[in-house]
């Protein structure tokens, strides 16, 4: 039977009951009325007649007395008061006559009528009462008493047919009442088993439909539905059984071309020469290759599944690579000023040497990312650049070299310029002076280009020898500002410094610190405009104290934005060194763990700034705060 027809079936027999209860209410209802209008229009009427008779009869009786004995009773008013009661007996005794229904009453009114047909005679003959007024009211009491006795029981009979009457009402209504009941409880277990019992019916095969699809869904495709009713739910089943059978004849056929595609993707993966780590959305190794293991130390196999964070205690690569991934999210998502740009990892081999691997970390999503698809984890490449940076360790020997000897011979060219132009030793004249100057002028240039050669080499070898203290950060400001009080106030500019109260102490190497800040001061005194501004900020940013410099020089754009930081870079040839000075200063905050960057836009000024942790410590509950 099909699921519409069974429903019809249930909505009908439940309208059926409905309509015999409707049935039931009004027989019984018509019962009762009529009932009610028996007592209210039969037994009533006949009650109220008899009583009427009753008082009509008395009153006609009184007035006969009172014209007998009373002597000089108005004879008119006599036969007034007489013939009004006559008339209203005769109308009741006519309504009486036309309510009766009991043989009882029938025989009891042809009484009235005979004693009232004699009666009559004498209500017309006045002048007999007056001449014989005890006999003649004898014989009225005589009619009157019979006429009394017989109205009574035509009352009485009627007040035992309206008893009797109330309590064919009462039976009725109780009648009424019961099986109103017993119809209303059946209906209402006849809808509640139906209630019960069809959604059950409709449900089962539903629930078991869903059981079926949510393994379908989990890839179990073998599975049949058995039992399928003879209805729409059964032809839904039986279309899943087909479906099932399809997607497990597909799943079947190309199950073995998707392990071989699996394969290859591994193979080609673990045959890279390049390390590669692939993590889940939670952050768990998915696949490693062959050279990541190495670089960790460790086999692929038991790297699987396992998270970075979980390895930082007793492996200084996964430390690394994990504060790496902490400080892209932070990047990622806005809580960090610059993405770090320290990427080189630096491991020692089995044989004591070290390896140099220039990192990368991607976000995978599952489809494209600008259209918002989900986020399913990161893919982290290690690419083997040893022979490089073997390559620019010799270059950097070199620079060093020929800078540390450079360096000796340009000090001695510069003292030699110093005592010549000292008139101690002799007067020159103004043409003398003028080139001597001149030559001091170069040589102190050469001489701070070879002391960054010198610095930056140092840097690049890892030769950065950080005396750490703690300090108070408004000291590094002092320290970076007090040298260019002098440069300040040739071209007027205002220095302003703001710094948050209550930041705690830095533990850093203050010295090479507050040169960065220095370096930032200078570049900002040579870019900005006389009699203009130049602000210093210090504030806490997260785990993060930021030192700020800010002018309203010209700007730089985007495109040298990227390359500002890059070794042997200048925008404008506005100064005497060599474009080392940020390369160096980027340097000296990633070894103190921070990072630099800068804001700016031409024609807007531009903000240096450089951020260095006060705790030191990245630890895996401030990637879980971000």
Not at 148 to 159: F, G, T
Request: hydrophobic share 40%; with cysteine; glycine share 6%.
């Amino acid at each position: 039977m099909k699921l519409k027809t069974q429903i019809h079936i249930g909505y009908f027999f439940i309208v059926a009951l409905s309509i015999l209860l409707a049935g039931v209410f009004g027989y019984y209802l018509q019962k009762l009325g009529k009932a009610s209008d028996d007592i209210l229009n039969v037994h009533y009427r006949s009650v109220k007649a008899g009583e009427e008779l009753l008082q009509s009869l008395s009153k006609m009786e009184q007035i006969f007395v009172k014209y007998a004995i009373e002597e000089g009773y108005d004879k008119e008013k006599f036969k007034e008061v007489l013939f009004r009661e006559k008339r209203i007996f005769q109308s009741n005794l006519f309504i009486l006559e036309n309510s009766l229904e009991a043989s009882e009453e029938v025989e009891v009114l042809l009484k009235i009528r005979h004693d009232w047909e004699e009666f009559k005679p004498y209500l017309w003959n006045p002048d007999t009462v007056s001449r014989e007024p005890v006999r003649y009211v004898g014989m009225i009491q005589d009619h009157t008493e019979n006429l009394r006795a017989h109205i009574r029981d035509v009352v009485n009979l009627n007040h035992s047919a309206l008893s009797k009457n109330s309590r064919r009402s009462q039976e009725i209504y109780h009648n009424a009442r019961t099986y109103m009941v017993l119809i209303i409880a059946l209906v209402i277990i006849i809808s509640g088993l139906a209630a019960y019992f069809i959604p059950q019916r409709i449900m089962r095969p539903v629930e078991n439909l869903t059981s079926m699809i949510r393994r379908i869904s989990s890839g179990e495709y073998g599975h049949r539905i058995y039992e399928s009713p003879n209805n729409e739910l059964g032809e839904l089943m039986r279309a899943y059984n087909d479906m099932s059978v399809k997607l497990e004849a597909y799943e079947f056929s190309n199950l073995s071309e998707i392990r071989a595609q699996k394969g290859r993707i591994e193979s080609i993966i673990r045959s890279l020469n390049e390390g590669l780590i692939i993590l889940d959305e939670e952050q768990k190794i998915v696949l490693i290759n062959e050279v990541a293991g190495n670089v960790l130390g460790s086999d692929e196999n038991d790297l699987r599944n396992r998270t970075l964070s979980s390895m930082v205690h007793d492996n200084p690569v996964a430390q690394h690579l994990y504060k790496e991934l902490i400080h892209f999210e932070q990047h990622y998502r806005g809580a960090a000023q610059s993405r770090s740009e320290d990427n080189f990892l630096r491991i020692i081999n089995k044989d004591g040497e070290y390896e140099f691997y220039a990192k990368d970390i991607t976000r995978v999503y599952n489809g494209d990312k600008d259209n918002e698809n989900k986020f399913i984890g990161y893919i982290i490449t290690l690419k083997d650049v040893t022979s490089f940076k073997n390559s620019d360790e010799t270059k950097n020997n070199f620079i060093a070299t020929v800078s540390h000897e450079l360096k000796t011979p340009l000090s001695a060219m510069n003292m030699s310029m110093m005592l010549l132009l000292d008139q101690r030793f002799g007067s020159l004249n103004d043409e003398q002076r003028n080139i001597a100057q001149s030559m001091r002028k170069e040589v102190k240039r050469l001489i701070k280009m070879v002391s960054e050669l010198l610095d930056l080499s140092q840097v690049e070898a890892g030769h950065i020898d950080l005396e750490k203290e703690n300090i108070c950060p408004s000291l590094i400001v002092e320290y970076a500002k007090v040298p260019l009080e002098s440069e300040l106030e040739e071209k007027s500019l205002t220095l302003t410094i703001h710094i948050e109260e209550e930041l705690p102490d830095l533990h850093v190497d203050a010295e090479k610190v507050s040169w960065v800040l220095h370096n930032f001061l200078s570049n900002a005194i040579r870019f900005s405009h006389p009699h203009s501004q130049i602000e210093v900020e210090v504030f806490r940013d997260l785990n993060y104290i930021e030192f700020s410099v800010k002018d309203y020089g010209p700007g730089i754009n985007e495109e040298n934005q990227a390359k500002l930081f890059k070794k042997f870079v200048q925008i404008e040839k506005k100064g005497s060194g060599l474009g080392l000075g940020l390369a160096i200063s980027k340097e000296v905050i990633q070894v103190h763990e921070g990072n630099i960057g800068v804001e700016s836009a031409p024609g807007k000024g531009s903000r240096f700034f450089f951020r260095i942790p006060f705790t030191g410590i990245m630890t895996e509950n401030s990637f879980a705060t971000l």
